[in-house]
């Protein structure tokens, strides 16, 4: 079977639409309940970039350890909640607006610090985003195996243990 092409796809437009959609408005609702600026920072700029870099860090790295999860289901979740959700709440557009305007505005110090703040902290939660996940994922998988473990032990007094795999090769479709 072929593979078909994302771009022939209109169930992965419509998720980067619905989750571009929400982390905008996400966005939105962090830059009104967070002060715009203090001292050449722009916290709520930081703070929803430094959301979507935890988030789509992590979302990622559970997905690609997430061999129980369909892969299609994996890549519309990667599609919608990360590159839609995650795209529409990060900023770039913002954040370079944000600096080059406290350079003009007579900040460059602080604006420098607020730009290299901004990715140095979005590398850090990045970082701590893929640590959660592992953990994360590497729970489901105890809890599966230990699961699959069970079934195969209870399963000992006559098949030996294809239900079990027969069961397992089922949930990873």
Request: hydrophobic residues 45%.
């Amino acid at each position: 079977m072929a593979k078909r092409s994302p771009l022939a796809d209109p169930q992965l437009y419509l998720v980067v639409f619905i989750g571009g959609a929400i982390g905008t408005c996400v966005r939105y609702l962090l830059g009104l309940a967070i002060p715009q600026q203090a001292a050449g920072f722009h916290f709520g700029t930081l703070a929803a970039n430094l959301l979507a870099c935890f988030v789509y860090a992590g979302l990622s790295a559970y997905l690609a350890q997430a061999d129980w999860i369909r892969p299609r289901d994996r890549e519309l979740v990667n599609r919608g909640a990360g590159m839609g959700v995650c795209g529409g709440l990060s900023t770039m557009s913002t954040l370079a607006l944000e600096g080059f305007t406290g350079i003009l505005g007579g900040q460059a110090w602080q604006a420098v610090l607020y730009l290299l703040a901004s990715v140095v902290f979005g590398l850090l939660v990045a970082f701590a985003g893929v640590w959660c996940a592992d953990r994360l994922a590497t729970g489901h998988r105890a809890e599966r195996t230990a699961a699959a473990g069970q079934t195969a032990r209870s399963g000992d007094s006559g098949d030996s243990g294809d239900s079990a795999n027969s069961a397992e090769q089922e949930a990873r479709q």
